[in-house]
């Protein structure tokens, strides 16, 4: 009778630890698709986010609905695929874009960037007047906008290259954000839908071209360390859940 209980005592220990396996790789699997984890390599996006932050990008949302104007995105820099940006949505396909100095006019509409601060101002790059952004891409511009390699240097982004938007800041803590982006809808409230294609505006199209990457402009890199330790954490998770489940049932 001992040996039976015995037996059966070590036929559920051994099946909770292969259970434990199996969810830990599978919960794994389902983090993996819908969030990924990257490190700020730059200034380009300063005063909203800050060189060598910890990000967590959201890769699940936009396959239920389009990228929206404000958003800040990672995405396949056009620049250099080799490397990831991160910048924020301001224009949307068939949006018509003016930016003169330091103003970004929308559809019509001059916007009121409260994110862009006034040491961070500057256009160092040609006019873009009038600019269409093309179908199936985004105009997207970095808050440090005296500092930032975006779509006035090397053209619009590519929907395809889009990887997720910035959803939350995990580490450090302490700076000037508590981990959550600001809501930016009141900037692009009031802006004009996109005016119908006019024939001939291809001439004006906002450009997707391939020019040599620039560095230190907003490129991220994945944090495979932070892989690494949420691997090794989940057993134990899983392991102290279904001890509490037992103990509570």
Not at 9 to 20: F, S, W
Not at 30 to 55: K, Y
Not at 62 to 74: C, Q, S
Not at 173 to 194: I, K, Q, W
Request: charged content about 20%; proline content about 10%; overall charge negative.
């Amino acid at each position: 009778m001992d040996l039976e209980l015995d037996f059966e005592k070590r036929y559920r220990l051994v099946r909770e630890v292969i259970e434990t396996i199996v969810l830990t790789v599978l919960m794994f699997l389902v983090i993996r698709l819908a969030v990924q984890n990257f490190n700020i390599d730059g200034h380009s996006m300063e005063p909203s986010l800050h060189n060598t932050e910890l990000i967590l990008v959201d890769k699940w949302s936009y396959h239920f609905h389009v990228p929206a104007r404000g958003d800040v995105i990672v995405f396949v820099a056009p620049p250099d695929p080799s490397q990831d940006y991160i910048k924020r949505i301001i224009g949307l396909p068939g949006d018509v874009i003016t930016i003169q100095n330091t103003t970004v006019i929308v559809n019509g509409k001059p916007l009121k960037e409260f994110y862009v601060k006034p040491e961070n101002q500057g256009n160092p790059y040609p006019p873009f007047i009038n600019r269409v952004v093309p179908p199936d891409a985004y105009l997207v511009l970095g808050d440090n906008r005296n500092g930032s390699s975006d779509s006035r240097d090397w053209g619009c982004v590519p929907r395809k290259n889009i990887i997720g938007r910035a959803a939350l800041v995990y580490w450090p803590f302490g700076e000037d954000n508590d981990g959550v982006l600001p809501d930016v809808t009141s900037v692009y409230n009031g802006v004009p839908a996109s005016p119908p294609a006019v024939a001939g505006s291809d001439t004006n199209m906002c450009p997707i071209i391939k020019n040599p990457a620039q560095p230190g402009q907003g490129a991220l890199s994945n944090d495979d360390n932070l892989n690494l330790v949420m691997l090794l954490i989940m057993p134990g998770l899983f392991v102290i859940s279904s001890r509490r489940r037992k103990v509570h049932p």
